[in-house]
């Protein structure tokens, strides 16, 4: 069974930085795509970013195309996400998923095809 363990998360001030990781248990780590997800409070779950271990395709929320960026790291099966100038809206829990796949890229437009989940790691931007 994989397990995804998030971790990064904290309280940053607007404007300011941080860097998300999400760690993998199992070694075929490639055959998967990961995508980070957030629930802001009283609101519903949305994909923010995601990416194919294999082909390294990418895609993008609108809200946070030029400021988040998602990248791997094959050999340590970690997958980060860089948060940069960040606003109050990007307070929510972060999680990451993983959607077992042999196609190519990724996409974030739904969440149910994404099997395996963290348990999420809190970002609060906030002065």
């Known amino acids: 069974q994989l397990q995804l363990v998030e971790s990064g998360g904290r309280l940053v001030q607007p404007g300011g930085s941080l860097r998300l990781s999400c760690t993998a248990s199992?070694?075929?780590?490639?055959?998967?795509?990961i995508g980070w997800f957030r629930q802001a409070p009283g609101k519903e779950r949305e994909g923010v970013a995601c990416?194919?271990?294999?082909?390294?395709?990418?895609q993008y929320a609108q809200s946070v195309k030029g400021r988040f960026t998602i990248s791997m790291d094959n050999a340590e099966n970690t997958v980060y996400l860089q948060l940069n100038s960040l606003n109050p809206e990007a307070t929510a829990v972060y999680y990451c998923?993983?959607?077992?796949?042999?196609?190519?890229?990724?996409?974030?437009?739904?969440?149910?095809?994404?099997?395996?989940w963290g348990r999420g790691t809190q970002v609060t931007v906030s002065s």
């Open positions: 199992e070694f075929r780590f490639d055959t998967y795509s």
């Open positions: 990416i194919n271990k294999k082909d390294a395709g990418s």
């Open positions: 998923a993983a959607l077992w796949t042999l196609r190519p890229g990724c996409s974030i437009g739904r969440e149910e095809p994404y099997a395996y």
